[in-house]
């Protein structure tokens, strides 16, 4: 009984040093990390131009979603296609897995409907930078995921010089992207000595505007183009049809050049960690090499694939740098995801308040992204 | 069997060295590219050019090593550089100290509330730098801070990332070594000084890299909080010479190789441990 007081006594420093301990960082973290959203939501509210001015309510959201309707009916697609997805994936009795396919069906054709309108009546740069978003996530993410594959496989077991490739493929990642989207600017310019426009002269082709180019790659090789009355629903679909403008694909281009290497590394660390005793016995039962590969080698790095693959997609939605130095003005905004043409309504169009509002939009997105990858990591493990 | 393995073996050896071969050349490509047209003419960018670096067209025909002169001092880089080592190395000094302080409190204090708080600090990891862009430029503006030194650094100086990151490496010290320091009488900021940071060296110089990298590397924020010379960092400068100076390939490429140099040579001299721990950790910021 004696003791207990000291041991109260010493509890209790030992509490108010760790208080001590995380405050610094608290503070910062509080005042320029977690402070911003709720005052994001406060600038929201008003026709911020610069300087504070009237309060406006939701009139920038309004502006954004083109209205409450069309904004209810894409929150209810969103929660229809997740609570569907969710039935769908974890039941096995098949009456409700047909209903999680109904509800997923009934999201999707309400996301079909709403997204032209959204388009029509808010504000249709937004869609366009989202679309971006998606082409530029569809476009990097499963060819980094397969090369990035492919050279794992090569870097795997001992060899003489792996240190030096590993350093090497880490190189893109590491060093500042501002220097090298600097150099991707010039390797994918729209000049006749360019080095894109010199690799297609190799083979007799004609230059390439590269990064200059608006058009879409589908409509160049295939011919499909926007078509349809203004602001219908045939006309924003096609839109999508067109396909990633080529200034797009080169920005993607350059993503591969960034990425694939640091893919390569996270996959192979994955590798090291099969159990060898599992290639031979399956060796031993007469497995081909596709059939290791799809039954052992596949799933037992599926984790790594899952957390590359989210943290790409979020990537997209988070990227800058590189964008800003390779984008080009007169392209109109074909390069631009959500993050870069909030920038530009903020930093060029001096509009605080109704960036704010877009801002809250993005993080809505990044931040269900996140739950679904935190979801996962709870089930999986992937740290070792 | 055995007669057969050594022939295969080979075969595979040339096969992952070619794969490994072609990626290298792929990620060398575009610093070689840099390097040749930093040291070219203006007219060799036009006229002399090679898509293969094994040609002789794609190095100039004598180095213009004037090309960096005329950034450095022409285009006022000496000052970004200075200006960004500046900035890396405030930033690193306070994101080291209130990271290892905040890492040592959740990985071997005990308090309440303790999981509830870090989890809100990686919550702060997965907020877009365009969310908080508007809110912390009005903040800094209302500091006063818009073209200071603590504008730029002051808001990076905490990262959850770090503390968390830290934070597995001090919980794998030893709690008796601890508590035979505070026997002793030495207090939790001696034990952290004296045993666990010593004992972490590694982490810590590895979170120094990539914090060093992080700064330089910062476009979005510096973009906003710095609208004159004086604290321009490297990256911003260089972004505007790319939209601003016109044709002149050789000098951009010139401003980009010293953009690139210090994190290069930091990167040299760190490897093992940057790719070790970016590659099973994954994540860099």
Redesign the interface.
């Given at each position: 009984m004696r003791l207990a007081a000291p041991r109260r006594s010493a509890?209790r420093a030992?509490?108010?040093?760790?208080?001590l301990?995380?405050l610094?960082?608290?503070?910062?973290?509080g005042?320029?990390?977690?402070?911003?959203?709720v005052?994001?939501l406060y600038?929201s509210l008003f026709d911020w131009r610069i300087r504070r001015s009237a309060f406006v309510g939701l009139a920038n959201y309004g502006e954004i979603f083109g209205g409450a309707l069309p904004f209810l009916i894409l929150a209810l697609s969103v929660a229809l296609i997740a609570a569907g997805l969710a039935l769908a994936s974890k039941n096995r009795a098949s009456l409700v897995r047909t209903l999680g396919l109904a509800l997923l069906l009934g999201g999707a054709a309400g996301l079909i409907i709403d997204l032209p309108r959204i388009a029509a009546l808010g504000d249709a740069d937004l869609m366009r930078s989202f679309r971006v978003t998606v082409w530029y996530s569809l476009g990097t993410v499963p060819i980094q995921l397969l090369f990035g594959f492919?050279?794992a496989v090569?870097?795997d077991g001992e060899?003489d010089g792996k240190?030096a490739?590993?350093?090497?493929?880490?190189?893109?990642?590491?060093?500042?992207?501002?220097?090298?989207a600097?150099?991707?600017?010039?390797?994918f310019s729209l000049?006749p000595?360019s080095?894109a426009n010199?690799?297609l002269a190799?083979f007799g082709a004609r230059p390439l505007q590269w990064l200059r180019e608006y058009k879409g790659v589908f409509e160049m090789l295939f011919g499909f183009a926007p078509s349809g009355a203004k602001g219908s629903l045939g006309e924003y679909w096609s839109a999508w049809a067109g396909g990633p403008s080529l200034s797009l694909m080169s920005i993607i281009i350059y993503n591969y050049?960034v990425y694939?290497?640091?893919y390569?590394?996270?996959y192979?660390?994955a590798l090291a960690a099969v159990p060898r005793e599992l290639y031979e016995a399956a060796a031993l039962d007469g497995a081909r090499p596709w059939t290791r590969l799809r039954r052992i080698t596949l799933p037992l790095v599926s984790p790594?694939t899952y957390?590359l693959t989210i943290?790409g997609i979020?990537g997209t939605?988070?990227s800058?740098?590189s964008i800003?130095?390779l984008r080009d003005p007169a392209t109109g905004g074909v390069t631009d995801p959500m993050?870069v043409y909030?920038?530009f309504q903020?930093?060029h169009g001096g509009r605080?308040g109704y960036?704010?509002a877009l801002?809250?939009v993005?993080?809505a997105i990044?931040?269900s992204l996140?739950a679904i990858q935190r979801r996962s990591m709870e089930r999986r493990v992937?740290?070792? | 069997m055995t007669r057969r393995r050594p022939a295969r073996l080979s075969a595979g050896?040339v096969?992952?060295y070619s794969?490994?071969g072609v990626?290298?050349f792929?990620?060398?490509l575009?610093?070689a590219?840099?390097a040749a047209?930093a040291l070219k003419t203006y007219a060799e960018?036009?006229?002399r050019?090679?898509?293969i670096p094994f040609s002789p067209e794609f190095w100039p025909r004598s180095p213009q090593w004037s090309n960096f002169a005329e950034v450095w001092l022409g285009d006022a880089f000496g000052r970004y550089f200075l200006n960004s080592l500046v900035i890396s190395a405030s930033t690193l000094a306070g994101t080291l100290?209130?990271?290892a302080?905040?890492a040592?409190?959740?990985a071997k204090?005990?308090?309440?509330g303790?999981e509830a708080?870090f989890s809100?600090?990686l919550?702060?990891l997965?907020?877009?730098?365009?969310?908080?862009?508007?809110?912390?430029f009005?903040?800094v503006s209302y500091l006063g801070w818009v073209d200071r030194l603590a504008g730029l650094t002051?808001?990076f100086?905490?990262s959850?990332f770090y503390?968390f990151f830290l934070r597995q490496f001090f919980r794998q010290v030893p709690d008796s070594l601890l508590e035979s320091a505070r026997l002793e009488g030495a207090?939790?900021l001696r034990v952290l000084f004296s045993i666990v940071a010593p004992l972490s060296r590694a982490p810590l110089f590895t979170l120094a890299c990539l914090d060093v990298?992080a700064s330089?590397?910062s476009?979005?924020w510096p973009?906003?909080v710095v609208q004159t010379p004086r604290w321009r960092p490297i990256?911003v400068g260089?972004?505007r010479l790319?939209s601003e100076a016109g044709p002149q390939?050789q000098l951009?490429?010139a401003?980009?190789?010293i953009?690139?140099l210090p994190?290069?040579l930091v990167?040299?001299l760190a490897?093992?441990q940057?790719?070790d721990s970016?590659?099973?950790?994954?994540?860099?910021e």
């Amino acid at each position: 009984m004696r003791l207990a007081a000291p041991r109260r006594s010493a509890r209790r420093a030992e509490a108010i040093s760790g208080y001590l301990f995380i405050l610094p960082a608290a503070l910062i973290l509080g005042v320029f990390g977690l402070l911003p959203i709720v005052f994001n939501l406060y600038i929201s509210l008003f026709d911020w131009r610069i300087r504070r001015s009237a309060f406006v309510g939701l009139a920038n959201y309004g502006e954004i979603f083109g209205g409450a309707l069309p904004f209810l009916i894409l929150a209810l697609s969103v929660a229809l296609i997740a609570a569907g997805l969710a039935l769908a994936s974890k039941n096995r009795a098949s009456l409700v897995r047909t209903l999680g396919l109904a509800l997923l069906l009934g999201g999707a054709a309400g996301l079909i409907i709403d997204l032209p309108r959204i388009a029509a009546l808010g504000d249709a740069d937004l869609m366009r930078s989202f679309r971006v978003t998606v082409w530029y996530s569809l476009g990097t993410v499963p060819i980094q995921l397969l090369f990035g594959f492919l050279i794992a496989v090569a870097l795997d077991g001992e060899f003489d010089g792996k240190q030096a490739f590993r350093v090497i493929y880490l190189l893109p990642y590491i060093v500042p992207a501002v220097a090298t989207a600097a150099v991707f600017e010039r390797l994918f310019s729209l000049r006749p000595e360019s080095w894109a426009n010199q690799v297609l002269a190799l083979f007799g082709a004609r230059p390439l505007q590269w990064l200059r180019e608006y058009k879409g790659v589908f409509e160049m090789l295939f011919g499909f183009a926007p078509s349809g009355a203004k602001g219908s629903l045939g006309e924003y679909w096609s839109a999508w049809a067109g396909g990633p403008s080529l200034s797009l694909m080169s920005i993607i281009i350059y993503n591969y050049w960034v990425y694939i290497g640091y893919y390569a590394l996270i996959y192979a660390n994955a590798l090291a960690a099969v159990p060898r005793e599992l290639y031979e016995a399956a060796a031993l039962d007469g497995a081909r090499p596709w059939t290791r590969l799809r039954r052992i080698t596949l799933p037992l790095v599926s984790p790594s694939t899952y957390f590359l693959t989210i943290l790409g997609i979020i990537g997209t939605f988070k990227s800058f740098n590189s964008i800003y130095v390779l984008r080009d003005p007169a392209t109109g905004g074909v390069t631009d995801p959500m993050s870069v043409y909030i920038f530009f309504q903020f930093f060029h169009g001096g509009r605080f308040g109704y960036a704010s509002a877009l801002s809250l939009v993005l993080l809505a997105i990044v931040a269900s992204l996140t739950a679904i990858q935190r979801r996962s990591m709870e089930r999986r493990v992937f740290f070792d | 069997m055995t007669r057969r393995r050594p022939a295969r073996l080979s075969a595979g050896l040339v096969l992952r060295y070619s794969v490994l071969g072609v990626g290298a050349f792929a990620c060398l490509l575009p610093f070689a590219y840099m390097a040749a047209n930093a040291l070219k003419t203006y007219a060799e960018t036009v006229t002399r050019v090679s898509p293969i670096p094994f040609s002789p067209e794609f190095w100039p025909r004598s180095p213009q090593w004037s090309n960096f002169a005329e950034v450095w001092l022409g285009d006022a880089f000496g000052r970004y550089f200075l200006n960004s080592l500046v900035i890396s190395a405030s930033t690193l000094a306070g994101t080291l100290a209130t990271s290892a302080l905040a890492a040592y409190a959740f990985a071997k204090l005990r308090f309440p509330g303790r999981e509830a708080i870090f989890s809100v600090f990686l919550a702060t990891l997965m907020i877009p730098e365009t969310v908080t862009l508007i809110p912390n430029f009005l903040v800094v503006s209302y500091l006063g801070w818009v073209d200071r030194l603590a504008g730029l650094t002051v808001p990076f100086m905490a990262s959850a990332f770090y503390v968390f990151f830290l934070r597995q490496f001090f919980r794998q010290v030893p709690d008796s070594l601890l508590e035979s320091a505070r026997l002793e009488g030495a207090s939790d900021l001696r034990v952290l000084f004296s045993i666990v940071a010593p004992l972490s060296r590694a982490p810590l110089f590895t979170l120094a890299c990539l914090d060093v990298a992080a700064s330089w590397n910062s476009l979005q924020w510096p973009l906003v909080v710095v609208q004159t010379p004086r604290w321009r960092p490297i990256s911003v400068g260089l972004a505007r010479l790319i939209s601003e100076a016109g044709p002149q390939i050789q000098l951009r490429m010139a401003g980009a190789l010293i953009s690139l140099l210090p994190i290069v040579l930091v990167y040299i001299l760190a490897q093992g441990q940057i790719v070790d721990s970016l590659s099973s950790s994954g994540i860099k910021e």
